[in-house]
């Protein structure tokens, strides 16, 4: 029998309770020609007996035999997948019935490029709308946003898995940022592209990872460096202080004053494109970008204090903010 074009790599870890429903969205999709390479990593739940009774030709499990570790058990999974290309999948997750038919198309289309994401909706514990995960599409604009942030949810990763093993070495172990260690070590060498529609439902948890980070100073310090190291390499000429204090940031801390964050945004734009053009939706991503920031800024009262550090620092971008224009709305109630 040839070989899948595709692996859906799925690693469980006491993943009982929506591991299921994970399964079965792979199984529905309308792209057929995949398997589903499901690693149960020492699970104490019913997490194996769920994968047992699953009964589809294209479903192999493994198990290992003790607790190893996500990164381990994703290298395991590169090693025994079949399919030039690897689809994540988190056991907890759901991937729309289209996903793969139009991550392998774009993949297929552009050879080039061994790494495509796409959007995600936000889900909680019952499956209930909370929000959409927005990426920036582009090459340019993706490369951008992994100076802040992941620029994907890892569940909606497909990658060339020859790529990322031969050229790459897999995954490293980094305390909360495994993903956004491999993708900017890709970005280095690639384009890395994003679907702007959502093919995953991301199921929301009490700590995401970066939000995990700032109650875990070694994770902090693992998002932090990997931050720094992708800035410096995609706005050569950045100044380090500048770059320390826009990772700090979107690992968790604040800065001094908001004056200076927009201060080292500035610097950082600046490096990012020089030599290069202004990818299309520059601005969105801003946009999107400063919303994200402002949110989690109100958590703390300091709400107002980061809009008005914004206005000083880029006047011009304000009225193109729909976010903050309806909020002004909103505020004129």
Same mark, same amino acid.
């Given at each position: =029998?040839?070989?899948?074009?595709?692996?859906?790599?799925?690693?469980?870890? $006491?993943?009982?309770?929506?591991?299921?429903?994970?399964?079965?969205?792979?199984?529905?999709?309308?792209?057929?020609?995949?398997?589903?390479?499901?690693?149960?990593? /020492?699970?104490?739940?019913?997490?194996?007996?769920?994968?047992?009774? *699953?009964?589809?030709?294209?479903?192999?499990?493994?198990? $290992?035999? +003790?607790?190893?570790?996500?990164?381990?058990?994703?290298?395991? /999974?590169?090693?025994?997948?079949? /399919?030039?290309?690897?689809?994540?999948?988190?056991?907890?997750?759901?991937?729309?019935?289209?996903?793969?038919?139009?991550?392998?198309?774009?993949?297929?289309?552009?050879?080039?490029?061994?790494? #495509?994401?796409?959007?995600?909706?936000?889900?909680?514990?019952?499956?209930?709308?909370?929000?959409?995960?927005?990426?920036?599409?582009?090459?340019?604009?993706?490369?951008?946003? =992994?100076?802040?942030?992941?620029?994907?949810?890892?569940?909606?990763?497909?990658?060339?898995?020859?790529? *990322?093993?031969?050229?790459?070495?897999?995954?490293?172990?980094?305390?909360?940022?495994?993903?956004?260690?491999?993708?900017?070590?890709?970005?280095?060498?690639?384009?890395?592209?994003?679907?702007?529609?959502?093919?995953?439902?991301?199921?929301?948890?009490?700590?995401? #990872?970066?939000?995990?980070?700032?109650?875990?100073?070694?994770?902090?310090?693992?998002?932090?460096?990997?931050? #720094?190291?992708? =800035?410096?390499?995609?706005?050569?000429?950045?100044?380090?202080?500048?770059?320390?204090?826009?990772?700090?940031?979107?690992?968790? /801390? =604040?800065?001094?004053?908001?004056?200076?964050?927009?201060?080292?945004?500035?610097?950082?734009?600046?490096?990012?494109? +020089?030599?290069?053009?202004?990818?299309?939706?520059?601005?969105? #991503?801003?946009?999107?970008?400063?919303?994200?920031?402002?949110?989690? *800024?109100?958590?703390?009262?300091?709400?107002?204090?980061?809009?008005?550090?914004?206005? +000083?620092?880029?006047?011009?971008?304000?009225?193109?903010?729909?976010?903050?224009?309806?909020?002004?709305?909103?505020?004129?109630?």
């Amino acid at each position: =029998m040839n070989d899948p074009a595709v692996t859906v790599l799925l690693p469980v870890f $006491n993943g009982g309770r929506y591991l299921r429903a994970a399964v079965e969205s792979i199984l529905r999709q309308r792209f057929c020609d995949f398997e589903v390479l499901a690693i149960d990593d /020492g699970s104490t739940d019913g997490s194996p007996d769920e994968l047992a009774s *699953v009964r589809d030709s294209r479903v192999r499990v493994l198990r $290992n035999e +003790r607790n190893l570790g996500l990164v381990a058990t994703l290298n395991r /999974g590169l090693a025994e997948a079949r /399919g030039e290309w690897i689809a994540r999948q988190d056991a907890d997750d759901l991937s729309a019935p289209g996903r793969l038919a139009a991550q392998i198309a774009v993949a297929r289309g552009n050879p080039a490029v061994p790494l #495509i994401g796409a959007d995600a909706w936000l889900v909680d514990d019952a499956g209930r709308y909370r929000g959409r995960w927005r990426t920036g599409g582009h090459a340019d604009l993706v490369a951008w946003d =992994m100076c802040f942030r992941a620029p994907f949810a890892h569940g909606s990763a497909l990658f060339r898995r020859s790529i *990322v093993t031969e050229r790459f070495g897999g995954y490293r172990e980094r305390p909360a940022c495994e993903d956004m260690d491999l993708w900017t070590r890709v970005a280095a060498e690639f384009p890395v592209i994003s679907l702007r529609r959502p093919l995953v439902k991301y199921r929301l948890h009490g700590a995401s #990872i970066m939000a995990g980070a700032t109650a875990d100073p070694e994770r902090t310090s693992a998002v932090r460096d990997v931050l #720094i190291r992708h =800035m410096e390499r995609v706005a050569p000429g950045t100044g380090a202080q500048e770059c320390g204090l826009i990772a700090e940031v979107w690992s968790g /801390g =604040m800065p001094g004053g908001w004056d200076r964050y927009f201060e080292a945004l500035k610097a950082l734009e600046l490096g990012f494109l +020089r030599g290069r053009r202004s990818p299309p939706g520059f601005a969105r #991503i801003l946009g999107e970008q400063h919303y994200a920031l402002y949110c989690r *800024v109100c958590r703390t009262g300091g709400g107002g204090q980061f809009l008005r550090a914004l206005a +000083r620092a880029d006047a011009a971008l304000l009225p193109r903010l729909p976010w903050l224009r309806m909020l002004a709305a909103s505020l004129r109630k």
